[in-house]
């Protein structure tokens, strides 16, 4: 019998292994993998490379991740935020790379990965200091940029519901990264707010089908969510 | 020479709201152009995207009843309206890159006369850098608005021969809206469509220091 | 009021020019919008490039307008099928031109073309005669050939329920092609079992958002359904 | 010299099913390949994929109960098991060609020893060319398998130094499971893991004429 069911964050993150590329899925307060970030911080995994949106705010998450001093490099888009203090502070000090990627290539390069793709002509940033010393091309009258995929070896995303074989769906705007995420990664871990029966999900409603999904972790408590801003 | 008649915020973005039209699909930028769903009248049905994974985005809701996991791209509470829909990232983006999206407004840096973009980056050495999907919604767009005041605080033009900021995309902004002029650009340069009340060419001539077309 | 629905086939169709690029949704019998062919071939648009899995089977369908001669083009993965003698006859006398397409590389490209994309690097056909005479590239220790999107000026598909903001859900594996030609078509036209009110789909199993989608015409019968094989 | 004892088509189905461990994603290819799912045992969970759209891909329907929008790559109504889903040709392509699916044991017209495919089209000049998604399956998923009698009808080795017909994929059969033997491709060669019960390597080396390693 198939079951991905896994009963706790500490035993799903046990497969993050040091220098391991991890995604991590999110997008504001909606979607952050928040208990898996934490048991990640316990499990102590360190050289990461971070693939996400953001690079963390405020002192848990990501955040907490880069000020244990785990993170080599973070890959993303919006690094700046109010209260990004310690990527701000890591950065300066040169503790940590970053790669910034705009938000749609992010995206377009993560589904690529799970995709199967080489390389993608994207028309974002051609012209731009994101853009120097990459490859472009002119096809059809517009200027593109050769961008590859990212791939990671891990992803930490959250659902909204799951069964034992991996189907998941979202909720609102907490889906963001999540599927193509799921798709990118070797082994991407989900934490639900709850396990359902297999079948209890509508097989036209199941947003990331479970052959992309290794691991899932009920987590009740949300104890973080509407606090962030 | 700065003290000349303006058009206030929420008249700029009225002024903006008038030039959507029926059953557009607008990504409203993060800052200033959001003031513009406010005076999208409720029977002028017009769609708001927001690249962070929804369509149909609705107002904000009461204090209180906000829902963490309904945020827009500025990281606010939001609501979705009936008719709306959620989707993940790539398909987000695909929206915006694919042209879907009918009308993009944006803040900005500086513009060019002929399109060009600088909002992301101020170029300062020290400046930790966040881009966001900025450059995405800049050259995504079927056509790419940008609003905005045409001065800073001290006076320098932000309407510019050519953008010393770093450049978020290049030839992308059709149109500017700002506090004194609407300001069509294109590969042939800026030509003033719409003068602000009590602002006269010459004026915006004197303000600016790039070469103006007219009519 | 944003109002999608148009009440015949044949209105919807007056949407084909001559000469235009003609995206057909469907897999074998699920997911051809077999009334809407009605309709164009009706209407009498010629000169057509038709992308589509199949170059049509049986006396119905594409086969049909293959048969009144309105296809210039066809771009399709699985051309030859025990019944598909419009095609074979119009390709023998050179009456057609063929741009066979792996599967896999013809959902990539339509898909690609949704999203803006100038090219993608694929990893199918590599070595093959389907890929003579493309550019073609190693990336990571694996050969891709660079593809480019394929678009259409008007996209055909069938789904399930639609909405007057042209929101859809499909069923079951008529879901096919019908998602990702919406997208690439800059006029996608999609026939429905049934028009519903305004927030009666859920916004979290909405699979077509409106804003790919330009008209939505009911059509009840679905008279050679279960018909083909 | 083509009388050696073979492998029924169903004993050889069944012993693909053997090596297909539980919790593989596994495409079935059209043709011989779909007997294999006959012989995975209901308590081994196995999940079946076509590419049409669907995963959880169950039997046949009962006579009568078709459902001619659930059906299979090779257009046959199928049924979909609980913990199923459906999603589009894009994904659906993305599973395959992302390398989500584990094993992928297809029908050959010929293969090589170091694993390149042909079974998508002839040769021949006046044949209508078909590729639906062979050259997808092929290079596509973790491992590649091939189903098939290793002669022909006529007694010619389907196994070959080189192809001689269209390729499908270059270097993508990792194993090939016939009626003779079960042999391992590879960059190196040919080397093979099994016979069928009467034959000998001997005789495999005869009827095909490569070169075959052992053991």
């Known amino acids: 019998m198939i079951d991905k069911k896994v009963t706790n964050c500490a035993t799903a993150v046990r497969a993050v292994n040091d220098g391991a590329a991890v995604m991590i899925g999110g997008f504001g307060t909606a979607g952050s993998p928040d208990e898996l970030i934490d048991a990640l911080i316990e499990h102590g995994a360190r050289d990461l490379t971070i693939i996400s949106n953001n690079a963390g705010n405020g002192d848990a998450g990501i955040a907490a991740l880069i000020r244990e001093g785990r993170v080599r490099k973070i890959v993303c888009s919006f690094p700046r935020q109010p209260d990004s203090h310690h990527f701000d502070a890591a950065w300066r000090a040169g503790a940590i790379e970053l790669e910034l990627v705009p938000q749609g290539n992010l995206a377009a390069r993560i589904q690529a990965a799970g995709a199967g793709l080489g390389a993608i002509f994207t028309p974002t940033g051609f012209g731009t200091l994101l853009a120097e010393g990459k490859e472009t091309r002119r096809i059809d009258g517009r200027d593109y940029v050769l961008e590859y995929p990212i791939h990671a070896d891990v992803a930490l995303i959250k659902a909204y519901r799951g069964d034992r074989w991996g189907n998941l769906v979202y909720r609102k705007t907490a889906r963001n990264f999540g599927p193509i995420m799921a798709m990118a990664a070797k082994h991407a871990i989900a934490q639900v707010s709850e396990v359902v029966e297999l079948g209890a999900l509508d097989p036209e409603c199941v947003v990331t089908p479970g052959i992309f999904v290794q691991a899932v972790v009920p987590v009740t408590s949300t104890q973080r969510q509407g606090l962030a801003a | ?215």
């Not at chain 2, 149909?56 to 827009?72: H, Q, S, Y």
């Open chain 2, 1 to 215: 020479m700065n003290d000349l008649p303006r058009l206030t915020r929420q008249q700029l973005a009225a002024r903006v709201a008038q030039d959507i039209p029926e059953g557009a699909y607008v990504n409203l930028g993060i800052g200033l152009p959001t003031l513009i769903a406010n005076y999208l009248p409720p029977e002028k049905d017009v769609i708001l995207q927001s690249e962070n994974g929804l369509i149909g985005m609705g107002p904000a809701p009461a204090p209180g009843e906000e829902d963490w996991e309904l945020i827009n791209a500025g990281k606010q509470a939001v609501t979705l309206r009936t008719g709306g829909a959620f989707f993940h990232h790539a398909d987000s983006f695909a929206m915006m890159r694919g042209g879907h999206i009918d009308i993009c407004v944006l803040g900005a840096f500086q513009v060019s006369v002929t399109g060009d973009l600088a909002n992301w980056h101020t170029g300062e050495p020290d400046a930790i850098p966040a881009v966001g999907g900025a450059m995405d919604l800049a050259i995504g767009a079927k056509r790419t608005f940008v609003m905005m005041d045409l001065l800073t605080r001290s006076g320098e033009s932000k309407l510019v021969e050519h953008c010393t900021y770093p450049l978020t995309g290049i030839g992308c902004v059709s149109r500017l809206y700002s506090d004194l002029a609407v300001i069509d650009l294109s590969p042939a340069g800026a030509r003033v469509v719409e003068l602000a009340p009590g602002v006269t060419i010459d004026d915006l001539r004197r303000v600016t220091g790039v070469t103006l077309g007219e009519g």
